[in-house]
């Protein structure tokens, strides 16, 4: 215990010592000005954009639907959980798979309610400021890489304009929340990886903590970025690649996923006597193995995990978007355009991660997160791949500008993905179509 204090102790010291920034006072005013100019546009972007949407939330729901959009939104359940939160009723985000998107949002909108704001203005305000938060840990993560700030703002909003992650900010969901974790998570992993070397099991101990509790308490499955602590921490440890392996993949990866069920486990003990229930429950409702051999399926699910995500397919969202939407990408300049520089921005850092030296960790962490996503989602529940999609773009964006640092060229890709992104994957939700279950969703949604 004695050793264990001393070493806690030492790495604070040294993670103090390190935040003492080399840098003149009015290059960090600049930098708090941007991050609080940042914070700003993005709340109210997010703000007004939730607003829009509310009005539909509010309809009366269709004969047979109990909520008016359910499963409409990217399949999602805005509906649901608007006609919950709306009333107050925080666990409406449900409490066993969103203990902290529940947590937070409650700690923000339940103040506001008791200074007289309505509460569905207050759920709109808590989710905008959970979207701009995401955005400034985003951007100080990114920082902390010895990135520019012109790098990591432009990349942030790369993230935050991605299809799947502009819609689901935009509506009543978890993402808000889940993406700030993430952010998080990221920047408490990419510290401890600095220290590593000295504090090989302490280090890795912390990353697998901040994975399972932010990112596996705000969606369970996120906190499989501790597979990023690898990328991060391997050119750090010392030893063979068994020690890298234990200390890099195996006991943070271990930690985050005890963190990630416990909420679970405890709250079935708790609810229902049987701590297995609501994973069992959601596997056998949701999970099908058949979905590997299944061609149209895989070929659906994947131009939704690398596509669709990224670029809007269509002028009105649907609850979800199959392969021979393709065709309106490939006739769309603007579409097309976004499609290749988001591609291009992807393969670049492949191939420069691969060719410099100590990046291929980070080049391959990413790519395992990645996968491990892909086929995840592809046996539990294919049909809500854009819902969920916010994991692998803001993994891959944000990889793909560490791998490139500040090659010549990156701030102009980085502001055309922007741009077009703003112009493609804005407009959609703007449209009402987007909220009508006869026309937003013509496959059924998730049933």
Not at 45 to 67: H, N, T, W
Not at 265 to 282: N, W, Y
Request: proline fraction near 6%; include cysteine.
């Amino acid at each position: 215990m004695t050793e264990l204090i001393a070493s806690c102790s030492g790495l604070w010291r040294d993670i103090r010592s390190e935040f003492r920034s080399p840098h003149p006072p009015a290059m960090r005013r600049q930098a708090g000005l941007a991050l609080l100019l940042l914070f700003g546009v993005v709340f109210a972007f997010f703000y007004f954009r939730l607003e829009f949407a509310r009005q539909f939330l509010d309809m009366p729901a269709p004969p047979g639907k109990p909520f008016y959009n359910d499963d409409c939104i990217l399949a999602s359940d805005p509906g649901r959980y608007s006609h919950g939160l709306f009333q107050g009723h925080y666990l409406a985000f449900h409490l066993a798979r969103h203990p902290l998107v529940v947590m937070l949002n409650a700690a923000i909108a339940e103040p506001l309610t008791w200074l007289g704001i309505r509460q569905p203005i207050a759920i709109s305000i808590s989710l905008a400021f959970w979207a701009a938060i995401s955005s400034v840990t985003i951007a100080l993560f990114l920082l902390r890489q010895h990135l520019s700030l012109s790098v990591s703002i432009l990349a942030t909003l790369a993230v935050l304009l991605t299809f799947g992650t502009v819609t689901t900010l935009s509506v009543v969901e978890t993402y808000s929340v889940s993406l700030w974790a993430i952010a998080m998570s990221l920047l408490i992993m990419a510290e401890m990886a600095r220290h590593c070397a000295k504090y090989p099991a302490l280090t890795s101990v912390i990353a697998g903590l901040a994975c399972g509790v932010l990112a596996g308490w705000s969606h369970l499955p996120a906190a499989a970025f501790s597979l990023v602590y690898a990328g991060f921490s391997w050119a750090f440890l010392d030893g063979g690649v068994g020690r890298k392996l234990t200390f890099g993949v195996a006991v943070p990866s271990v930690i985050a996923v005890i963190c990630m069920m416990a909420p679970v486990v405890f709250l079935g003990i708790v609810l229902d006597g049987d701590p297995f229930m609501e994973p069992t429950e959601m596997v056998g409702r949701y999970a099908d193995a058949a979905n590997f051999t299944n061609p149209k399926i895989i070929k659906d699910y994947a131009a939704g995990f690398f596509l669709f995500s990224w670029v809007a397919p269509a002028e009105t969202v649907q609850c979800r978007f199959l392969l021979d939407r393709l065709w309106e990408i490939l006739r769309d300049p603007s579409r097309l355009a976004l499609t290749i520089l988001a591609t291009i921005l992807v393969g670049w850092a492949i191939v420069s991660g691969a060719r410099t030296a100590g990046r291929a960790p980070l080049v391959l962490a990413v790519w395992a997160l990645v996968g491990t996503f892909f086929v995840f989602y592809l046996f539990f529940n294919p049909p809500e791949v854009l819902l969920y999609s916010s994991h692998w773009t803001t993994a891959l964006i944000l990889g793909s500008v560490i791998l490139l640092k500040e090659k010549p060229g990156l701030v102009l890709l980085l502001s055309g993905i922007v741009a077009l992104s703003l112009y493609v994957n804005v407009p959609p939700l703007a449209d009402p179509a987007s909220f009508d279950p006869v026309q937003c969703c013509p496959h059924g949604g998730r049933n």
